[in-house]
């Protein structure tokens, strides 16, 4: 019997300092600017990918900020996407920490295609 070799994933090569740009940009509006700020001029890929991630997680919060303006029908989504948006803030701070390079849930790969040039 032929024994089988378990293959382990390939880890991605993530400095610290792009790590640590990632994180940022998931903590407020500030620290996406702050986030972005930093990775101009280094272009950090990973940090790169997380802001364009927390650009779309921000731009789906102020949407929804507007949605919640319209009254009963407007605050009833409004409540059901914040718990959305904040289980996608998690998961993409998490991404951030454990240094994978994951899109979002339900909307991360969108966020890939409408943002790729920024970061």
Do not use: C
Not at 13 to 34: D, Q, R
Request: no cysteine; aromatic share 12%.
């Amino acid at each position: 019997m032929e024994s089988v070799k378990k293959i382990e994933p390939q880890e991605l090569t993530v400095s610290e300092e792009g790590k640590n740009i990632a994180m940022i940009s998931y903590l407020t509006i500030i620290g996406l600017i702050i986030a972005f700020i930093q990775n101009g001029e280094k272009k950090d890929p990973f940090a790169a990918y997380h802001i364009r991630q927390s650009i779309g997680l921000a731009i789906v919060g102020l949407g929804i900020s507007v949605v919640g303006m319209v009254p009963i029908l407007g605050w009833i989504l409004s409540f059901v996407a914040f718990f959305l948006v904040v289980y996608m803030w998690v998961i993409g701070l998490m991404n951030a920490v454990n240094k994978r390079q994951k899109p979002l849930p339900f909307l991360g790969k969108k966020f890939e295609e409408w943002f790729e040039s920024v970061g």
